[in-house]
């Protein structure tokens, strides 16, 4: 039934607010939603997505070979979709409208070393408002690894679905033991946001996405729904190819969200069907009023309590003082400086990647994390 998943004294601020998508294009965080859509987690939590099989993630600076390295690489990227796609369906019901973070929005946080296999450090600072851009920095020095990366979204409508075009990449970078390294550039697949006419929304992996390593390896992974493949949601495919080859070695299916295996040998690749480790994350009394659970600490509260005034009182103050802060900046002639990261207008490593295989624009910008990785800083670390 249409608007079945919307509370009865919302419906026609749903429809208003799906007729006002349906006309637009561009910057979906800006628009209004009823009450019942919002979340109350900043999109700067995001990144840690990535991270939340630290134990994949960390098989990465195990692999021996550039063969294996690959395969740890692709186990370790499609295990994160589920986390990456389907996590606010579980925990928040459906897909829902995050926070949208203010300009130097900041989130830190780690995953213990457990058995030797490192500890796990992420750094994440809204680098943009205007449009929303966020970028983050994962690292495990233990493992010689480093996974960096910014994401943003370009939104449109269509038959009756918001597609998102995920804009940005993210590079891995692995050392290796002779001194060496190896990079992997990791581009993000589409999105197709469904539900919306049910007032409950959840997301379909469209088209492909490349995983390509500077040792020449690369993997192409096929995003399917219902009705292709195996016929069901969440289904994907992956070819692993070698070096100047077309003729891939290795072949996996299954669906992202649950298992998949080996084409040829029938053995399970990925299965995400056990719990993940969320992020680790310090005390809100302990922050900095950048940091995003302490800034959306009041608002977050409204949210999940149902006090929706609150919520959004909360929100215009943290607004305006936004605002405030850019007059000043105006006036005065300076500019917002960035905590944790450097723009640069293009990225020399993804484009030398980029070109090993076609399917992603040749150039991009990006953001370079500014920092030693064996250190992990804090705001309060950087002289502002
Ligand atoms: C952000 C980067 C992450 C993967 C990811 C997952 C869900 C996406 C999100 C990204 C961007 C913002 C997003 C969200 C799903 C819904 C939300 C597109 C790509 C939009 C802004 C909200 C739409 C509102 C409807 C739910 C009504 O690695």
């Not at 600490?297 to 909360?314: F, K, P």
Request: charged residues 25%; glycine residues 8%.
């Amino acid at each position: 039934m249409p608007g079945e998943g919307v509370p009865s004294a919302q419906k026609s601020s749903w429809a208003s607010f799906l007729k006002s998508i349906a006309s637009f294009s561009g910057d979906l965080s800006s628009l209004t939603a009823p009450p019942f859509i919002l979340s109350p987690i900043s999109l700067t939590e995001f990144p840690a997505y990535w991270c939340e099989r630290p134990g994949l993630f960390a098989a990465i600076g195990d692999a021996e070979t550039e063969q294996d390295r690959s395969i740890a690489v692709l186990k370790w990227f499609i295990s994160t979709l589920k986390g990456q796609y389907t996590s606010r369906n579980e925990k928040l019901g459906s897909e829902k409208k995050p926070l949208n973070p203010v300009l130097g929005e900041l989130f830190y946080g780690h995953w213990p070393d457990v058995d030797g296999r490192g500890q796990t450090n992420l750094v994440v600072e809204q680098v943009s408002h205007h449009p929303p851009i966020t970028a983050y920095y994962i690292c495990n020095p233990t493992k010689g690894l480093a996974l960096q990366g910014h994401s943003a979204q370009k939104t449109s409508f269509s038959g009756g679905s918001i597609i998102v075009k995920q804009i940005g990449h993210a590079i891995l970078t692995v050392e290796l033991e002779d001194g060496g390294k190896e990079e992997f550039l990791i581009t993000l697949p589409r999105l197709r946001i469904d539900g919306l006419w049910y007032g409950s929304p959840y997301i379909e992996l469209t088209e492909t996405s490349y995983i390509q390593s500077s040792s020449g390896w690369l993997s192409t992974i096929e995003y399917k729904g219902k009705g292709y493949f195996s016929g069901r949601s969440h289904s994907f495919k992956a070819l692993l190819t070698p070096p100047k080859s077309t003729t891939p070695l290795k072949k996996y299916e299954g669906v992202w969200h649950e298992t998949s295996k080996d084409l040829d040998t029938g053995e399970i690749f990925t299965d995400v069907t056990s719990p993940k480790e969320e992020v680790t994350v310090g005390p809100v009394q302990d922050m900095h009023e950048f940091e995003s659970r302490k800034l959306w600490q009041h608002v977050a509260r409204g949210i999940r309590e149902g006090d929706y005034e609150t919520a959004s009182r909360e929100k215009s103050k943290i607004e305006n003082e936004q605002r405030q802060r850019r007059r000043e900046e105006q006036a005065a002639g300076t500019q917002w400086k960035k905590w944790h990261f450097e723009h640069i207008p293009s990225d020399p490593v993804y484009e030398r990647l980029v070109k090993l295989f076609n399917g992603a624009p040749p150039t991009e910008d990006t953001y370079v994390f500014k920092h030693n990785h064996e250190k992990t800083p804090s705001v309060r670390s950087v002289s502002v």
